[in-house]
Every structure is written in structure tokens, then in C-alpha cells.
């Protein structure tokens, strides 16, 4: 494909999830918490997890593990970097999520795999078929070496945030709890906090437009759910810690 042609998909993409983030502070994402079957036919929460989040590895792989690709070095940390988040998020953290008995609309599903595609994809072929930059020389660039950075605190700060909530899920007996500790004192949602932090150091250490894309989704997609949340501790809960934020520490 022409490099010009793949641009402007990418940057028409980069449009369309900036579009999205009005549209979903006003439309509540129906799963988790806030599940409603409302939007029609509904699927079991785990298997949707699955479904939903496997093509963003899937596809990405099938174009970055060929044509020699893994043979630059940087390149190789880029794909391992990308694989073992979504490993994590495809099928680690389905299965090990407190999830018997909850389910998602198909709708919220479909949506989500068809995000997951074009990601995929438009990252995928980037990384295999446009880009020439990432050699060994780009692992000593700045921007490789502080997006690096930035993508593993996020990583930790993500898992670690789901781990704190998994274990709550698993020792009560008596529904939702207000977490603490860690960000969870500064912030609503410091699982979607990590995330995005991970995302920004992806598009650091790519310096491309598809890493951008991802990021400017993610904040779309997360942005809204964590006000989401946040405004649902504060009405379920009387005593919600009145100084915590929803997303960022101190800001929102």
C-alpha cells in the first residue's frame, strides 16, 4: 500500500476516535458495573473479554512476524511490548476476573473487535511493511528510551490497580467496595490511568502515527468510562473519599 494512502486511513481513524469521545461522555459503555441488556442480545462476560480482545494480537502478529521484521532489534521490543499486553488482556485477565453469572451486549462486543482490528492492523502492517526506522540505532533514541519508560510504569501501575480489584471481587460477600491504597487513594480508575500511561509511552517509543491513533482511542474510550465510574462510587457510596479525582491525580 502507498504510504500516502495508509496516512490518511490513519489519520482518518485519529478523526473518528476524536469524534467518539463526545459522543461517549454522554453514552454509558453497558458492561461491568453498569451492565444493562438494554442494548439487546448479550453473550457471557469472559468469553466477550476474549472475543473482543484477541484480534488486536492476533492480527498485529500475522503481519509483524514476517518479512524479517523480528530481525531489528527495536522492532522485536515493539511486538513483545504490544503481544504481552494483550496476552494479559485477552486472556489472562478473562479468566482470572470474579465474572460467573455477568454478561455484555454482543453490540458492545462487535464494536470493540472491530476497534481491535483496525488496531491491529493499521500497527501491524506500520511496523512490518512502512516504517525503517527501528534498527538498532533507535534503541539508544531518546524517544525509544523514555516511551520504553513510560510504557512499563504503565503496565505495572495497570496490573497492579487490576490485581487490587480482582482480590476485593474475590474476599466479599457483600458487593462493591470503596478500594484503597496505592492511586486508588488519589484516583477512581488508576487501572485505566495505567493504561493510557502505557499507551502515551507506546506512541513515544514508535513515534508513528498508528501508536498515536491507539493512544487518542484509548483516552476516548477511557476518559468517558472512568467519569463513568467515578460518578457511580459517588452515588452508590455516601462516604466516597470527596477529594479523589476519577482519571488523573489532582486534575479530573
Request: aromatic share 16%; with cysteine; hydrophobic share 50%.
Amino acid at each position: 500500500m502507498d504510504k500516502r494512502i495508509f496516512d490518511i486511513i490513519v489519520f482518518s481513524w485519529i478523526f473518528l476516535g476524536c469524534m467518539m469521545l463526545p459522543i461517549l461522555l454522554f453514552v454509558t459503555a453497558p458492561y461491568g458495573r453498569h451492565a444493562t441488556r438494554k442494548w439487546g442480545l448479550t453473550i457471557p462476560n469472559r468469553e466477550g473479554w476474549i472475543l473482543m480482545e484477541s484480534p488486536a494480537l492476533l492480527i498485529f502478529l500475522y503481519f509483524t512476524l514476517n518479512a524479517g521484521t523480528m530481525k531489528n532489534p527495536a522492532s522485536l521490543i515493539i511486538v513483545m511490548l504490544f503481544a504481552i499486553h494483550y496476552i494479559n488482556r485477552s486472556f489472562i485477565y478473562p479468566l482470572r476476573i470474579r465474572t460467573q453469572g455477568k454478561r455484555m451486549p454482543l453490540l458492545i462486543a462487535a464494536l470493540a473487535i472491530i476497534f481491535n482490528m483496525v488496531n491491529g492492523y493499521i500497527n501491524g502492517y506500520y511496523i512490518s511493511s512502512i516504517q525503517h526506522k527501528f534498527t538498532g540505532a533507535w534503541l539508544t533514541d531518546p524517544r525509544f528510551i523514555i516511551g520504553l519508560m513510560l510504557f512499563l510504569a504503565g503496565m505495572i501501575l495497570n496490573i497492579t490497580a487490576d490485581e487490587k480489584l480482582i482480590r476485593m471481587r474475590k474476599d466479599r460477600s457483600d458487593g462493591y467496595k470503596i478500594p484503597y491504597g496505592q492511586l486508588f487513594n488519589l484516583i477512581s480508575c488508576p487501572n485505566f490511568f495505567g493504561e493510557i500511561i502505557e499507551w502515551l509511552g507506546f506512541a513515544v517509543l514508535c513515534w508513528s502515527l498508528p501508536a498515536l491513533s491507539f493512544l487518542v482511542w484509548t483516552i476516548s474510550n477511557l476518559l468517558p468510562r472512568a467519569l463513568d465510574h467515578h460518578r457511580w462510587y459517588k452515588e452508590k457510596f455516601r462516604d466516597y473519599p470527596s477529594d479523589r479525582k476519577a482519571l488523573f491525580p489532582h486534575l479530573l
